[in-house]
């Protein structure tokens, strides 16, 4: 079925650093994909999306990239800071999941740690 | 604007309990969610809802029920609560189209 999988279940980086996670997808109909951060004992909060017509999209030190031709979808983070130390999810909105409007599909996150 | 607000925060129930998770939201939002995250993973959707009155399945309904009389409010309800429920419920919204989800921070439930 489909999934929506990450390479890197930890992710340890040195402050002022850039960090990459990386996500895979199966389902080539996706037509949205979102990054999520969730910090411990909180809901997920938004950080940046795309839409499957982009290969690009760049937000205040954060850049997602989607390989479409491979299923792939990564999350790069400028200069990380403590504060970006969370686990980081990837979802894809999958249309007809539940729905004529598709529904988000996760996965299983990534945790980052900041060294300072 | 609160958003999307949950309640309650923790919870422990014992085998067989019922109880009812809160969620409501003051965007004026059609389209309702919960999810279930269990440790270690991602969310898992539970049951969802495109207004008042609609509600539908979604990947793992069984053991929880839903309603949607208003367009503010979309209780979880858990009627036999089970050891394998014991997980971190999150409620979201959104307005319309793929965009756009809001999410609450979150209950708790641990049933032993």
């Known amino acids: 079925g489909e999934s929506v999988g990450l390479h890197l279940p930890t992710l340890s980086v040195q402050e002022g650093d850039n960090s990459i996670i990386n996500c895979a997808y199966s389902n080539s109909a996706s037509d949205y994909f979102i990054w999520y951060k969730q910090e411990s004992g909180k809901g997920p909060q938004f950080i940046i999306d795309?839409?499957?017509?982009?290969d690009k999209r760049q937000g205040q030190r954060v850049t997602v990239l989607l390989n479409k031709t491979v299923k792939h979808l990564s999350l790069q983070i400028a200069a990380t800071q403590p504060g970006d130390s969370a686990v980081y999810f990837c979802?894809?909105?999958?249309?007809?999941?539940?729905?004529?409007?598709?529904?988000?599909?996760f996965g299983k996150g990534t945790k980052l740690s900041v060294k300072p | 604007n609160a958003g999307v607000t949950q309640t309650p925060k923790f919870r422990i129930l014992k085998i067989g309990q019922s109880m009812t998770l809160q969620c409501t939201q003051d965007?004026?939002?059609?389209?309702m969610y919960w999810y279930r995250q269990d440790p270690g993973m991602g969310l898992k959707l539970i049951y969802y809802?495109?207004?008042?009155?609609?509600?539908d399945k979604g990947e793992v309904p069984n053991g929880y029920n839903v309603s949607r009389s208003t367009t503010e409010d979309f209780p979880l309800r858990l009627e036999l609560a089970a050891p394998s429920q014991t997980s971190v419920y999150f409620c979201?919204?959104?307005?319309?189209?793929?965009?756009?989800?809001?999410f609450g921070s979150g209950t708790r439930l641990t049933v032993v």
């Open positions: 809802s495109v207004g008042a009155g609609i509600t």
């Open positions: 979802a894809e909105n999958t249309p007809n999941y539940g729905g004529s409007q598709g529904n988000l599909i």
């Open positions: 965007m004026n939002h059609n389209y």
């Open positions: 979201a919204s959104k307005a319309g189209g793929p965009y756009g989800y809001t």
């Open positions: 795309i839409r499957s017509n982009m």
